[in-house]
């Protein structure tokens, strides 16, 4: 048998090792590369040659194996380590990383490219880059309304800088919270006036007394009380009358009404013998159903005496219950208004509504009504249903019908025992407002944020998964194409549409351990080294062989 099969031997043997220092050394070389994935090499054996072949046993004899001789060993695969690498965090939004197995679909002048790289930019045209070469992310672009297409139909992802949102004016209007069971009801119910009137006055001078009341929606008005002392001894002209809180009568007018208080002169106590000719005396009712009004005027307790004490309490000076949100509505302009809710309580599970802005802003009509709850504190029936209030803006705004959704049941507003906390949960109108920045989410999608707050989604970032991603042609600048081998690709959304999310403001790092290549260099070495000596003693051995004839 030739020696110069073990030398052939050893020079595949040191030819492939040679290989697997080569992609040992990219593998080095490509540490720090952004969705690096690591590479292999393993090896196999080559054709034998049979020395001996082998015999069937018989009855007589036993069989006999075969005798091979290897002729060395050759490549047998170099194989894409695509375990996940880990994230570095860098802030940059538009900076992706890939958890799962699928990878970025881009195109450059009509050829598609596939990577696990995500340091991506917009150029100055919007498209979502990769600024190495250009090469255009691939994705869905959402309408104007904000709606992703269905499908997988790729498109480049173009982001419009100069985006704008025009003004929406507000049509609707979400309310919720509760509404305290306990609370005392609004509207003033008791005035009861105690002090005294001064007897040593001349006839003709007066004592004035007066105090806030409140009709049934929470507005305030003054109810004021004077008595002017007549020429009949112990007489007094009792004269009350209901303002606004600036003086004016109300309309319809409540007074001013005289009536007469005789006191008696007699008792110490000075106390009130009649009023309004009734003995002893009684309360007046104070009534007024359009504006709200429905009090009892209690005298009974003032007396007479050489003193002006005059005072009064309302409903023992206890807080009217007035309920009061907020929340900033917007008209066809785009202007912000300021709507104020009140809720005021009527009577046990009963409550009104009413809504306001402004002067300045505009006026509302139809702003006003009832809401009526069950025993269980659900919300039962509105008033009018639906309620809708008219807007009617200053300074050219169109008007705008708002819809006032106070929910149903226990959805929205409830009245329970627990504190009145009334917000609006949700308005559907904004100002116009531009593209202020961008964010991506784990599904893919980019979401414009605008100057007013508002979101809105403008694109979704698609991702594709392959058969046999190990069948992927690797073109540099970390990008990939496919081969006869790969399988077609399956273009998904990022999530649902496959086991692939992505992380915004990250870039995955190689997946190269070092650890593992400097051990796999070692083996590399000593397999190299052992494969050359192998050369080096055939040679010796032939050199024996050649020296035999001197």
Not at 80 to 96: A, C, H, M, P
Not at 158 to 184: E, F
Not at 420 to 435: D, E, H, R, T, Y
Not at 519 to 529: K, L
Request: charged residues 15%; without cysteine; negative net charge.
């Amino acid at each position: 048998m030739s020696l110069i099969n073990s030398l052939f031997a050893g020079v595949s043997g040191i030819r492939n090792h040679q290989a697997m220092l080569d992609v040992i050394g990219n593998n080095i070389a490509n540490v720090n590369s952004i969705g690096y994935k690591g590479s292999r090499v393993t090896f196999s054996d080559t054709f034998n040659q049979f020395v001996r072949y082998g015999t069937n046993p018989t009855s007589t004899s036993g069989g006999t194996n075969t005798f091979q001789i290897g002729l060395g060993m050759k490549l047998n695969s170099v194989d894409r380590n695509w375990n996940q690498g880990t994230f570095e965090r860098t802030g940059i939004v538009t900076d992706l990383a890939l958890q799962g197995d699928g990878l970025f679909v881009l195109e450059r002048n009509g050829e598609k490219f596939y990577s696990r790289a995500g340091a991506f930019i917009f150029d100055a045209s919007g498209k979502l880059v990769n600024p190495q070469n250009g090469a255009i992310v691939q994705g869905k672009v959402a309408t104007d309304e904000g709606a992703i297409p269905p499908g997988n139909n790729l498109q480049d992802i173009i982001i419009d800088t100069n985006l704008r949102l025009p003004a929406v004016a507000t049509t609707k209007i979400g309310w919720g919270g509760n509404l305290d069971s306990t609370a005392p009801i609004t509207r003033s119910e008791n005035y009861e006036q105690t002090g005294s009137v001064n007897k040593s006055v001349a006839p003709g001078d007066n004592a004035t007394e007066s105090n806030t009341v409140y009709d049934e929606m929470g507005n305030t008005y003054k109810f004021n009380v004077t008595y002017e002392k007549t020429a009949i001894a112990d007489t007094y002209n009792l004269t009350y009358e209901l303002t606004d809180m600036d003086g004016n009568p109300t309309s319809p007018a409540i007074g001013p009404t005289t009536v007469s208080a005789v006191f008696d002169g007699s008792d110490p106590e000075g106390k009130m013998l009649s009023l309004d000719g009734n003995n002893p005396p009684q309360k007046i009712t104070i009534s007024e159903p359009t504006l709200g009004i429905n009090f009892d005027f209690d005298a009974s307790s003032v007396t007479e005496k050489t003193t002006n004490t005059l005072s009064s309490a309302v409903d023992g000076n206890r807080e009217a219950t007035i309920i009061k949100g907020t929340v900033s509505v917007f008209d066809s302009l785009g202007n912000a208004h300021t709507l104020t809710m009140t809720y005021t309580k009527l009577d046990n599970n009963s409550w009104s509504w009413k809504a306001d802005v402004p002067a300045a802003s505009g006026n509302l009509t139809g702003n006003s009504g009832s809401l009526a709850f069950n025993p269980d504190g659900s919300l039962s029936t509105v008033s009018p249903n639906p309620p809708v209030v008219v807007f009617k803006p200053e300074g050219g705004a169109s008007q705008t019908n708002i819809q006032i959704d106070f929910g149903s049941k226990f959805d929205g507003i409830t009245q329970t025992s627990a504190d009145s906390v009334i917000s609006a949960f949700n308005q559907n109108g904004s100002s116009a407002a531009s593209l202020s920045n961008v964010s991506i989410d784990q599904l893919g999608y980019i979401v414009g944020v605008f100057t007013n707050g508002q979101s809105k989604k403008l694109a979704q970032i698609l991702v594709a998964n392959f058969p046999n991603r190990n069948g992927l042609v690797s073109v540099g600048e970390n990008m990939f194409t496919i081969s006869a081998n790969t399988g077609d690709p399956l273009i998904g959304e990022p999530g649902e549409g496959s086991n692939t999310t992505i992380q915004s403001g990250a870039l995955e790092q190689s997946n190269v351990d070092l650890s593992e290549e400097f051990t796999r260099m070692i083996v590399s070495q000593r397999g190299f080294q052992a494969n050359a000596r192998v050369i080096t003693v055939s040679d010796t051995l032939l050199q024996e062989i050649t020296s035999l004839v001197r």
